[in-house]
T-cell receptor, first 115, second 110 residues
Framework: DGGITQSPKYLFRKEGQNVTLSCEQN?????MYWYRQDPGQGLRLIYY???????QKGDIAEGYSVSREKKESFPLTVTSAQKNPTAFYLC??????????????FGPGTRLTVL | RKEVEQDPGPFNVPEGATVAFNCTYS??????FFWYRQDCRKEPKLLMS???SGNEDGRFTAQLNRASQYISLLIRDSKLSDSATYLC???????????FGRGTSLIVHP
């Protein structure tokens, strides 16, 4: 089955540690995204990538880093510089459809808690 | 003004009721529109795209009003399983960057 996988589902981190969240897709989508969602809040864009070896900052990129070495993979590193990293992290992918439509498909998410 | 605005609710309705949500957007150049459903502690899932002429999928009807810059979602004959948060999504900054509303919470009770 085609889809997006994220791992781990739950992640606990001590303050001062970097952690990397995995996102893999086998939908052959060009674009991939990382979002953060806080309780009762909407999705906020962290980074996005339109093609391999290229990525752009979203609205809240500070304290995060990404790489896009393969079309299928878009890992997110939460660094110690991120002051409030506890949140629900969602990865998504999309392909550009006719007429500019761009439906996104989401992975199941990673719930990160800083202890 | 926020780019995409939704009434957060919650909308509390009995089974069988008809309920409608609106979503307004600020960018008049927006090209594509979607409704997503998000269950508690789960990822958003695409419910339906919104087409200019309006479209229907079973009990769900989506409408677009470009002149007034809003989209709507109508749910008929509500089921308990419709309880979720409904997210409005608009492509307003280029075809790769959707903008999400904060969502409208729906609670369907027996």
């Amino acid at each position: 089955d085609g889809g997006i996988t994220q791992s781990p589902k739950y992640l606990f981190r001590k303050e001062g540690q970097n952690v990397t969240l995995s996102c893999e897709q086998n939908l052959n989508h060009d674009a991939m995204y990382w979002y953060r969602q806080d309780p009762g809040q909407g999705l906020r864009l962290i980074y996005y990538s339109q093609i391999v070896n290229d990525f752009q900052k979203g609205d809240i990129a500070e304290g995060y880093s990404v790489s896009r070495e393969k079309k299928e993979s878009f890992p997110l590193t939460v660094t110690s510089a991120q002051k409030n990293p506890t949140a629900f992290y969602l990865c998504a992918s999309s392909r550009s459809l006719a007429g500019g439509r761009n439906e996104q498909f989401f992975g199941p998410g990673t719930r990160l808690t800083v202890l | 003004r926020k780019e995409v605005e939704q009434d957060p609710g919650p909308f509390n309705v009995p089974e069988g009721a008809t309920v409608a949500f609106n979503c307004t957007y600020s960018n008049s150049a927006s090209q594509s529109f979607f409704w997503y459903r998000q269950d508690c502690r789960k990822e958003p899932k695409l419910l339906m795209s919104v087409y200019s002429s309006g479209n229907e999928d079973g009990r769900f009807t989506a409408q677009l009003n470009r002149a007034s810059q809003y989209i709507s979602l109508l749910i008929r004959d509500s089921k308990l399983s419709d309880s979720a948060t409904y997210l409005c999504v608009v492509n307003g900054r280029g075809s790769y960057i959707p903008t999400f509303g904060r969502g409208t919470s729906l609670i369907v009770h027996p």
